[in-house]
């Protein structure tokens, strides 16, 4: 069965009108000639010959209207130019409707329809509370944050005077207007940092209502490996990523339903990590007094991290951040040549100085005991994934009060250095656009088994080996093109079909991110604002702010922060320095962060307790998925960047929602170019008839005097009756509307009162054409003609009372 489309259906439609346009001029005319008499008034035949020559049968018939022979180049030019001209219309008609088809895609922005909100019924949606009234607030160090004012009350007792005081702790409508507007000059969906809220959150009593986080999570994401929907967020778990969005979509249900298309503000991790190249190995063991599988005799085992290790030694000097590129890989790279040296020379493998490297006692496949009782993480560590921003963790002096090897000094201030030069940024960093936050941490893969079993069965005596790596991550806030399919009711029935970073066409498209600049702060005591402020030449609402701001046009901006091992997850009033501060668009990507580089299994005593199990220890669903995505390099990066996300999908919600609306009908470009031809064609007679108006080369009187002179009536009465044929239009219809003209074979004859020819007033020669003779032209100099006219004009003159005949 043929399947035909909207398009093929219309240009069928429009080829059927056009034969049917063809057929009435070519018959109407044929029919007419059967009925049309051979004496008829003036006027009648002017009639006749605009109805008989409008059609398609002098053409047809190659008569002398249609004659090419000794044309002007104009006329002929301007004939033939009509022709192609309602030709190409004619193909247009027909070709254009050919180009549309339906489909499920955005509609124009013509086209509307109303929004409204969806409520989320999954765990999301159930643990999520309404949104809270309370202000933003914040402090910078233990004062005031730009813009925000301060107050002092002073009393006196006596001569003892003592003043307080007072900060206003939320932040100034100023600058939120001019992130929220800044975002909305961007597109209209596009989420600004004050459209961030806690997801939970706890109510703290002062002189003001203020609000403080508070971490609880809802429920694992990891294991639907798609986009998910839930509260205020768009959640990526296939990469990692977190939009926001107040979730709304169409009123109405759509028969076929609606697709849509928004930019959306997506906050992503971004995270490399590179081989230690050196392993954990160990066996498992039942014992009596201990049911489940223990490992046993664990080991270190060089797979070429000691015994190929770089020589000489990479720059160890501090990375440096900013909005460049950051170089991930190498700062893991970095980390990871510096940790296992420390390890090495812990072990006695080489001297401790890494800028004086004179000896590397290891070769490839070395074992190294370890040289204290098992790290208690170790214990059982072919059943989960973690990760761990203390360096050299493994090493007995971060199982002990014991800070260094005695031997030869190396310790824990050593391993310390390595998360400080991969990070770059401190807590004494300057809080502005260039302390972007950049994390490290190693990263304990899944066990895998050396003997050949199966991966996810601990037998009695199987052998397994842990991968580790080092891992920089840092965090970056851009703005993606999300498509959306509706097709039901309420959220399940809204899925996403598309993800993707937003493509911009040239420069200028590009948009403007601007972060607060806090120089008389560190980073440590205050966290600056950032956010899309328009686009790459929008600056006249930075121009006119008052606060200092760095900008950058860029796709993408790195987040500002810091990281380091002390940097705790927040839960609630008493992990922060005050109780004031409610502002989740600038702590909790840094708060998530720090959670998904120290993922610990439950029952460890660094494990935090308010966190799901994200080490797959308590889900071998989820342990099965590490084990395969340790495979590779980008599979373990991915780790974190997961975690990362769902944690944070818990942290917080968008509370912005913006709809766009949905059509069913689209075009293929190619099919339009007759009609664009037509187009240019019109354009160009337009052009050229308005010049001519302006030049009065052309106009209605001009173009009713052609027609009055090229009438097939008028011709005859210039041949038969020359007095009249000067008049005006009105007044000539008037004088001959009542005389007759009869055409023949024999000639054309106009009757006057006796309506017999006058033979003696002209011949004919022998071509067949009008000689006057000197009757007529007597006649013609008698009414002040020039004879010499009369004859070009082959008018035969006479007067009325004669009979006419031209033959």
Partial sequence: MVSLTVGDVSGMIAAAVFVLQLFPPLAIPVILAAFVSDTNSVITWSVLGRLLHSSHWPTILRTETAASSRVEKRIWFTSNLQTVALGIISIASIVTPLGLYETIEPASSQTTTSFSYFQDISAFGHGTPLRPNAPFTRRCASGACPGASTSQNCSTTGLLTTCNSTTDARIPIDLRNLFRDGAAAFSPSVSSIFDIQWRTYLSINDTSQYLVGNVRPLSILILDENIQLVEGLIVDMETGGIGFRNHTGPALTSTYGSTWQEDILFIEPETECV????????????????????????????RGGFSKLQRPAPSLNASINGQGDLGLADRAYKAAWLNNFLTLAYYNGTDPDPGNI???????????????????????????????MTYGWYLPFNQSNTTVNPVNGVGVDEFAAINQMCGGSAYDSPASIDTSIVGCALLYGAAYRTDG????????????????????????STVRAVTFQYNGTGLPALTVSSAVPKVYQNVSELPRWAVENLDDFSINDAKPAWGVVGTSNSSASLSSSSYNM???????LYLPGYMDSYYSLLNGPNDMSTSIYNFPGVTFYQQALFSALNVFPIGTRNYAAQLPDYTGRTSLALFAKWQNMSQSLEGTAGIINLIWTDLAASLVVGTKGWGLNASSIRYRIPY???????????????????????????????????????AAGRIMALLLWPKESDAA???????????????????????????????????????????????????????????????????????????????
């Fill in 275 to 302: 081989n230690l190249n050196w392993t954990i190995d160990f066996g498992v063991d039942y014992r009596d007094s201990y049911p489940l599988p223990n490992m046993v005799n664990p080991v270190i085992t060089d």
């Fill in 358 to 388: 004179t000896r590397m006692d290891v070769k490839d496949g070395q074992v190294f005991p370890f040289l204290s009782s098992t790290p208690a993480l170790v214990f059982d560590a072919f059943q989960y994934v973690w990760t761990n």
């Fill in 453 to 476: 079993g199966n991966n996810l069965i601990p037998d009695q005596g199987s052998q397994w080996s842990v991968p580790i790596h080092s891992c920089a991550s840092a965090l970056k």
């Fill in 550 to 556: 760095s900008t950058v046009v860029a796709e993408s």
């Fill in 672 to 710: 339009a170019v007759p009609a664009i031809v037509v187009l240019s064609i019109v354009l160009a007679l337009i052009s050229t008839l308005v010049v001519l108006l302006v030049l009065h080369r052309t106009g209605s009187q001009r173009m009713r005097r052609l027609l009055d002179a090229t």
């Fill in 729 to 807: 239009s009105k007044e000539w219809v008037r004088d001959v509307q009542d005389r007759k003209v009869r055409i023949t074979s024999d000639g054309i004859f106009g009757d006057d009162e006796d309506h017999q020819p006058d033979t003696k007033t002209d011949t004919t020669d022998s071509s067949g054409g009008v000689e006057m003779n000197e009757t007529a032209e007597s006649t013609m100099v008698a009414t002040g003609r020039d004879p010499s006219q009369g004859k070009a004009r082959l008018a035969a003159a006479g007067s009325e009372e004669q009979s006419k005949v031209i033959r």
